[in-house]
């Protein structure tokens, strides 16, 4: 009998010492604010794409791959003797092959295409080049920013979101009667408008434009955005 109690005593000395770790559940938020602030800057683009292309026709494919094939190589042989490092980079960009049908169903011919995309920040240097370039026409502009002034706008952009959260959080503050704030949580994104490519027909033969005059560019602006949003304890 005496060891019955002694274990029903222990029972209840492990269960009160228990009970206090046991999680509590937390008071439910008070006098918290959710709001948001936006910086943006805009900025000239300073980067430039340029796609450069041509098409092929023959009666079987491999005649086609032949023929774009040479003339991609010797337009890469030209435009790399311009290139340099962020200022012109040269690459091979799209390249597509596919049978043309009679009526009937049966293949009458193969066409490809091919390009060749020259893209840095040297606008004069990548037009100049193009226009060097043999055997292709210019298919599609398009103008970003590098990754540099992406960078360096993005962080302007961020100081003035972070600076107008800070100051409209205070301003809360002071419109609910209480005298300061604590930051509860915050998110950071950055944003641009983006640029969509400009299509550019060209006028001239492939033939042609190996003598014609650099295509004029012109760059517009970005717009790049952060916001920073969260909640703030008002106190």
């Known amino acids: 009998m005496q060891k019955s109690c002694s274990i029903a005593w222990l029972a209840g000395a492990v269960a009160l010492f228990a009970a206090p770790l ?74 597509s092959l596919y049978p043309r049908h009679t009526e009937d169903g049966r293949i009458s011919t193969w066409q ?21 370039v043999s055997g292709l026409t210019v298919s599609q502009v398009a103008f970003s920013l590098s990754r540099e002034e992406r960078a360096r706008v993005e962080a302007q952009a961020q ?6 959260f800070r100051a409209k959080a205070a301003e809360l503050a002071r419109a609910f009667g209480f005298a300061d704030y604590a930051l509860r949580e915050v998110s950071v994104m950055a944003d641009d408008a983006g640029t969509l490519p400009h299509p550019r027909m060209a006028a001239m033969q492939s033939k042609a434009y190996a003598d014609a005059a650099p295509v004029p560019v012109e760059a517009g602006k970005t717009a790049v955005t952060v916001t920073v949003s969260g909640s703030v304890q008002l106190k």
């Open 112 to 132: 490809g295409s091919a390009e060749i995309v020259l893209e840095g920040r040297d606008f004069g240097r990548i037009t100049s080049t193009a226009a060097r």
């Open 22 to 95: 046991q999680a509590q559940p937390l008071p439910p938020p008070q006098n918290v604010v959710q709001l948001s602030a936006s910086g943006t800057v805009d900025v000239p683009q300073d980067h430039l794409s340029l796609t450069l292309g041509t098409t092929r026709q023959a009666a079987d494919a491999a005649t086609v791959q032949t023929q774009l094939k040479a003339v991609v190589d010797a337009a890469l042989a030209e435009a790399r003797k311009a290139a340099a490092p962020g200022q012109l980079e040269v690459r091979s960009g799209g390249f």
């Open 159 to 164: 100081a003035m979101a972070i600076a107008q």
